[in-house]
């Protein structure tokens, strides 16, 4: 199992993801998620950087690979200039880098004013969308002109020796069935064995990689105060994280939210323990490959138990 640091830019400025980046790589972590939001999840966490200049910013800092987990190449961005934001950052991390797509969330994707649309069309937009990258990643001009997006004689000039690795994310079995059909890898934020047994008996290839959130403080309570604070929306349940246009609207519907959900949600608190099991469960589940993120202040400390413990 491959142990991987997950830098939230929903929640850090851009000097503190530089800084955790290093931390990590220095502390043995064997590679790096980066989220991609326009907006974060609510006010608490209060930041948004755009993730196509970190990822430049963290080719010059960092040696360690870095994937997105994950980018919406379907609406907010089209999928050509997703194409020549991923070419040139696998130039930049000489070819450590991984572009993971989804279908991403109304909360980042509407800001242009376009319908938001369903959960059937956006995966056929996110197919659509992998089969124009990879062709422009070839090198030569594109021209095309499909169901849902159209590009004219485009190239690419800065381009990797190797086309990125597309890794995809996918939580119902729909997903899962176009993620074997198109992906170099799984991505998930659940440890679900089921899900990943259907990826592979579908023909899914490359590593699964999967997810989870901590928050490291002195005591329990006050991880799980701060988790609370800053992350309730980790217990907002079904569809709704994909269809809630704003973070005053997650705001809103994490007020159904407890206190006591968020401790089953994050592992909250200094003690390793939680961590193993965490780690344990995504092993059993079949992933690969495993990426922590910290939650509140104190992620030199979570970053510091993961270098003594686990790495």
């Known amino acids: 199992m491959r142990i991987g640091y997950f830098l939230s830019?929903?929640?850090?400025?851009?000097?503190?993801?530089?800084?955790?980046?290093?931390?990590?790589?220095?502390?043995?972590?064997?590679?790096?998620?980066?989220?991609?939001?326009?907006?974060?999840?609510?006010?608490?966490?209060?930041?948004?950087?755009?993730?196509?200049?970190?990822?430049?910013?963290?080719?010059?800092?960092?040696t360690i690979p870095v994937t997105t987990a994950v980018t919406c190449p379907i609406q907010r961005i089209h999928p050509a200039?997703?194409?020549?934001?991923?070419?040139?950052?696998?130039?930049?991390?000489?070819?450590?880098?991984?572009?993971?797509?989804?279908?991403?969330?109304?909360?980042?994707?509407?800001?242009?004013g376009e319908r938001w649309p369903s959960a059937g069309e956006r995966l056929e937009m996110l197919e659509e969308s992998v089969a124009v990258m990879r062709e422009l990643w070839q090198g030569g001009f594109v021209s095309h002109r499909g169901r849902h997006f159209t590009v004219d004689q485009a190239r690419l000039y800065t381009l990797?020796?190797?086309?990125?690795?597309?890794?995809?994310?996918?939580?119902?079995?729909?997903?899962?069935?176009?993620?074997a059909r198109i992906a170099d890898g799984y991505i998930s934020t659940m440890p679900d064995g089921d899900l990943v047994t259907r990826y592979r008996e579908k023909g899914g290839k490359g590593p699964a990689q999967g997810g989870f959130k901590g928050s490291w403080a002195p005591t329990e309570?006050?991880?799980?105060?701060?988790?609370?604070?800053?992350?309730?929306?980790?217990a907002v349940p079904g569809e709704l994280s994909q269809v809630?246009?704003?973070?005053?609207?997650?705001?809103?519907?994490?007020?159904?939210?407890?206190?006591?959900?968020?401790?089953?949600?994050i592992v909250c608190g200094p003690d390793p323990a939680g961590h193993r099991e965490q780690i344990r469960a995504y092993e059993k589940a079949g992933f690969d490959e495993i990426y922590i993120?910290?939650?509140?202040?104190?992620?030199?400390?979570?970053?510091?138990?993961?270098?003594?413990?686990?790495?």
């Open 9 to 62: 830019s929903e929640e850090y400025t851009p000097a503190q993801l530089i800084e955790q980046a290093t931390l990590a790589q220095d502390a043995g972590f064997a590679s790096l998620w980066i989220s991609d939001h326009f907006h974060p999840w609510n006010d608490e966490q209060g930041q948004g950087p755009f993730v196509w200049s970190l990822i430049g910013a963290l080719s010059q800092v960092v």
């Open 221 to 234: 309570e006050e991880a799980v105060t701060t988790a609370y604070r800053l992350w309730p929306n980790a």
């Open 81 to 112: 200039i997703t194409a020549q934001a991923a070419a040139t950052s696998a130039v930049l991390h000489e070819g450590r880098f991984v572009l993971g797509v989804g279908t991403g969330e109304a909360l980042n994707e509407h800001v242009t």
């Open 160 to 179: 990797p020796d190797q086309p990125p690795q597309v890794y995809v994310s996918a939580f119902g079995p729909k997903a899962i069935d176009v993620a």
């Open 244 to 265: 809630l246009p704003s973070p005053r609207h997650f705001e809103q519907a994490s007020q159904l939210v407890t206190e006591e959900m968020i401790r089953d949600a």
């Open 293 to 311: 993120a910290n939650t509140g202040p104190h992620y030199r400390e979570l970053i510091e138990m993961y270098r003594r413990e686990f790495l």
